[in-house]
T-cell receptor, first 115, second 112 residues
Framework: DAGITQSPRHKVTETGTPVTLRCHQTENHRYMYWYRQDPGHGLRLIHYSYGVKDTDKGEVSDGYSVSRSKTEDFLLTLESATSSQTSVYFC??????????????FGPGTRLTVT | GDSVTQMEGPVTLSEEAFLTINCTYTATGYPSLFWYVQYPGEGLQLLLKATKADDKGSNKGFEATYRKETTSFHLEKGSVQVSDSAVYFCAPPTSGTYKYIFGTGTRLKVLA
């Protein structure tokens, strides 16, 4: 257990509204990640962070922004939610160097439905 | 770019059957490879890992050998149980910094 929590766990929102998902970790790991999981696509990286205020885009970053003002919190914001962003969102951390050599630990996920 | 090809599911087996889930990849960077498992309603969790060529990772009766010459990391289990029903993800090496890639996942259903 890497002490990762996500909130909310479930959310239903309307198209066009902003939504923020929170990932919180208790072990002060440097590397944090946001993924979305969709049938037929597996896990796809949205954004990641390699330190406070240090973030970068993943493969499906359009329509999403992130912020990390504290080591323990990594926020994912959908600026104007669309139905294509209906998905399950997972936060993850990586211990150690983060450069592909260490396993990741995942949060329990947030199921987001955009109507 | 880096890519991974994982056997498509679903895979349905009877209890005590032999399991193989194929995984091949193209990246040639950091050497660690991983298999993750996702049980219903949960996040992914590490099943096993291998950190160098010819290394064999094992856990809970599952095994996978890092075959650098064939760029493969197939998951095997000699006798599956109903409790192994889950989705399995292969995560190969990546040549980029800080990023990981995942296969599309293989759903396994084991029948009693």
């Amino acid at each position: 257990d890497a002490g990762i929590t996500q909130s909310p766990r479930h959310k239903v929102t309307e198209t066009g509204t902003p939504v923020t998902l929170r990932c919180h970790q208790t072990e002060n790991h440097r590397y944090m990640y946001w993924y979305r999981q969709d049938p037929g696509h597996g896990l796809r990286l949205i954004h990641y962070s390699y330190g406070v205020k240090d973030t970068d885009k993943g493969e499906v970053s359009d329509g999403y922004s992130v912020s990390r003002s504290k080591t323990e919190d990594f926020l994912l914001t959908l600026e104007s939610a669309t139905s294509s962003q209906t998905s399950v969102y997972f936060c993850a951390i990586s211990r150690g160097s983060g450069q592909g050599s260490n396993e990741q630990y995942f949060g329990p996920g947030t199921r987001l439905t955009v109507t | 770019g880096d890519s991974v090809t994982q056997m498509e599911g679903p895979v349905t087996l009877s209890e005590e059957a032999f399991l193989t889930i194929n995984c091949t990849y193209t990246a040639t960077g950091y050497p660690s490879l991983f298999w993750y498992v996702q049980y219903p309603g949960e996040g992914l969790q590490l099943l096993l890992k291998a950190t160098k060529a010819d290394d064999k990772g094992s856990n809970k009766g599952f095994e996978a050998t890092y075959r650098k010459e064939t760029t493969s990391f197939h998951l095997e289990k000699g006798s599956v149980q109903v409790s192994d029903s889950a989705v399995y993800f292969c995560a190969p090496p990546t040549s980029g910094t800080y990023k990981y890639i995942f296969g599309t996942g293989t759903r396994l259903k084991v029948l009693a």
